[in-house]
């Protein structure tokens, strides 16, 4: 599976992959832990309903090499994520994220309100209520990571396992490349300031959840649903987990082109 069309384009000197699919209004989407490593199943189906805009984040598969290790702070981060959805066509889009992917969609979506017409978040990060925080992803074993991620560990643990024609050492660098860049936006507790900005997103927003996440603790869920200036729905998806397009990528997309479908 793969998507019709896989582009490049530079920002800040570096070169970011962007996959594209399907007709229809662009959708922006924003991936979680480790990036996408192909074309997956959530993508396809969503491809089926609108014209799908993947660009790969900095230092994820696909993007910009190590340029993460130039961003030290959130707004670097920040900016460097307006610039790539500008470079990918993607301003005043529908824009969708994942876990990681979400807390930046959330940003981007807070700071500059014109440049998302209708934001999802699937299972986002980005603030903790202070009293509970994330699960520990960077102090678990390679298993533990597995099973914080998805209710069907084994799947994504074969879906994360190299390509049959890709060069051994290229992927596991690729790899710890991802997990460091998951650290420096996110690392230790999941906050990246994002609770003091969330009340200035205005555009409507639908967030998702896996019924089974083990990565967000439940009472986080309030401060997604709460917190924008702008209305809010809500879809917990049954038999997922925090990668709930992997794990129930049917629903999830389900309720995506529903949400987005709807009038404002």
Same mark, same amino acid.
């Given at each position: ?23 229809? *209004?662009? %959708? ?24 799908? =805009? ?41 824009? *969708? ?27 986002? %990060? ?39 024609? *890709? ?40 967030? =998702? ?22 209305? =809010? ?18 629903? =999830? ?12």
């Amino acid at each position: 599976m793969s998507p019709e069309h896989e582009t490049t384009v530079e920002v800040a000197g570096a070169p970011y992959r962007v996959w594209t699919a399907g007709t229809g *209004a662009p %959708l922006g989407v924003l991936a979680g832990f480790g990036g996408f490593l192909h074309w997956t199943p959530f993508l396809a189906r969503l491809a089926r309903h609108r014209t799908v =805009v993947v660009p790969s984040l900095p230092g994820f598969p696909g993007g910009g090499g190590r340029a993460h290790v130039e961003l030290d702070t959130q707004l670097d981060w920040l900016l460097r994520t307006q610039d790539l959805l500008a470079a990918s066509g993607l301003s005043g889009a529908d824009l *969708a994220g994942v876990s990681l992917g979400a807390a930046l969609a959330a940003d981007v979506a807070a700071v500059w309100p014109d440049m998302v017409r209708r934001l999802v978040l699937v299972s986002p %990060l980005g603030i903790n209520d202070g009293d509970t925080v994330i699960a520990d992803h960077w102090g678990a074993t390679h298993s533990e990571q597995l099973a914080l991620l998805s209710s069907c560990p084994g799947v994504l643990e074969q879906y994360r396992r190299m390509p049959p024609d *890709a060069d051994e050492i290229e992927w596991d660098v690729s790899q710890i490349r991802a997990n460091e860049a998951a650290a420096r936006l996110l690392w230790p507790n999941g906050e990246t300031g994002l609770g003091g900005r969330i009340g200035r997103i205005t555009c409507p927003t639908l967030v =998702v959840w896996g019924a089974e996440d083990r990565m967000v603790p439940p009472g986080h869920r309030r401060l997604y649903r709460d917190g924008p200036g702008g209305p =809010v729905s809500e879809t917990v998806i049954e038999g997922a987990g925090h990668q709930a397009d992997f794990d129930r990528p049917d629903d =999830v997309a389900a309720a995506l082109v529903a949400f987005l479908e709807t009038e404002a």
